[in-house]
């Protein structure tokens, strides 16, 4: 259905905040985005669609003027729009190329949030998007009993079954490939310490943070949220998890519902009104709780809330770098090399401070990886979505990762995946680990000799 077939049949009202604009709903994409664009091509190279396709409509400059030319009433918003806007990952390295510093993802996602309103989905995909965006990511309880049958399925003894009756070749090939490559389901902090206000700092109390558990990361990787309280206590944060904290809304964001997004936005705010500092260990997450204040730009009162909000939101290597972290004593005898997270490294600039942990940690050997900045493919649920991209994408970066390294570390969960696949299909880079793992080890080995030492002297 065209944006114009649309309007003749929907209550929605034409959007009124730009009488200029095409677009027919409020929260359209900002003029002020795209004015800077001269179409210039220095972004070409740094798109990883155009650099697989070619194709100048999978190209930054390309979706800016598609995005331009429906405010101008030149284009209809139908599916010739929609698979440009929705190919690209949203990756951000366009922007970081960029000379006038074109905010091309925000424009994807205003975008995006229009044609879900003009082009709406139907059948199994509306099914699928409403279960997991509406009815699962959103309520901690309902991901926790996902985790559980997740876990289950692990420890009874089911998935030892499935994968060796062939039962996974039946299944589309990208989701086989993710079932190989699963995390194994731990306790979440969640229930861990859900009667507990605060975690105590390991010693002296210096400061007092609030963590964002996330969604999928605390069903997923509890073990990194673990890992984060560690290293955040034994350099001496107390930490707190507020408890009516949830989803950051980013894939919501990604998939046009910005409607949602703002609905999770709201209560994160709230949840975190008093804290000073709130620490995260997703890029995505960390850039999307970074960007709340663009989803109210056409509402005053809670635009000057997130802004407040989103001047707390750390990384959780930039935050260990500027308070000044510990640096451990014991040896992680491997050879590692990093990979840029896209919204860690573009999104929120955060690039040397990952890097300084891993120099730190005796016994790593560093090696740097040729365009370490490049996408991996995964972009939040990308690699479902548009598996075949996605693919093509992961096989570009893999043939960079160095030969030889033991370890690639990253921070970023949904990376981490997306690279253990590489890892498995193509035979190179180990094991995948997040960067708050690596330096946790080393603490946990620190903190055992010490008791160690502590033992022995009280003996003599």
Known sequence: MSIKEKELTTNSPPC????????????????????????CGMCLESCPTYLETGQEQHSPRGRVHLIKSVAEGKLEVNE?????????????????A?????????????????????????GVKRVVSNFFLKGLFPHPERLQAAGGLLK??????????????GALRVMPSHLAEMEAIMPDIKQSIHKKYKN??????????????????????????????????????????????PKNQTCCGALHIHAGDRATGKKLAKQNIEAFKDADK??????????????????????????????????KIEDISKYLYDTGYIKPQSSINKTITYHDACHLAHGQGVRHEPRQILHDIPGVTYIEQPNADTCCGSAGIYNITNPEMASAILE??????PEDVEMISMGNPGCMLQMAMGVQKYGRGGKVVHTVQLLDWAYQEDMKK???????AVKE
């Open 450 to 456: 010490d008791n160690e030492k502590k033992t022995a």
């Open 396 to 401: 570009r970066k893999m043939e960079n990762v």
């Open 80 to 96: 010739q729009f929609m698979d440009p806007v929705f190919q690209c990952l949203d990756c951000r390295a366009c922007t970081t």
């Open 196 to 241: 507990v206000d605060v975690i105590p700092a390991k010693g002296s109390s210096k400061a007092q943070v609030a963590m964002l558990k996330g969604c999928i990361m605390d069903v997923m990787f509890s073990d990194i949220n673990e890992s984060t309280i560690n290293v955040l206590t034994y350099n001496g944060n107390d930490v707190t998890l």
């Open 16 to 39: 009124a905040s730009n009488s200029l604009s095409n677009y027919l709903w409020d929260d359209h994409p900002d003029e002020s985005k795209w004015a800077d664009c001269v179409h």
């Open 98 to 122: 960029c000379p006038a510093d074109v905010d091309v993802g925000g424009l994807i996602e205003e975008a995006r949030g229009q044609v879900r309103q003009a082009m709406p989905l139907t």
């Open 152 to 165: 289950f399925y692990q420890k009874s003894g089911l998935q030892k079954a499935v994968r060796s009756t």
């Open 278 to 311: 709130v620490v995260v260990n997703a890029a995505g997450c960390g850039c999307a709780l970074k960007e709340y204040p663009e989803l109210f730009q056409n509402d005053p009162e809670w635009r000057e809330k997130a802004e407040v909000f989103s001047e």
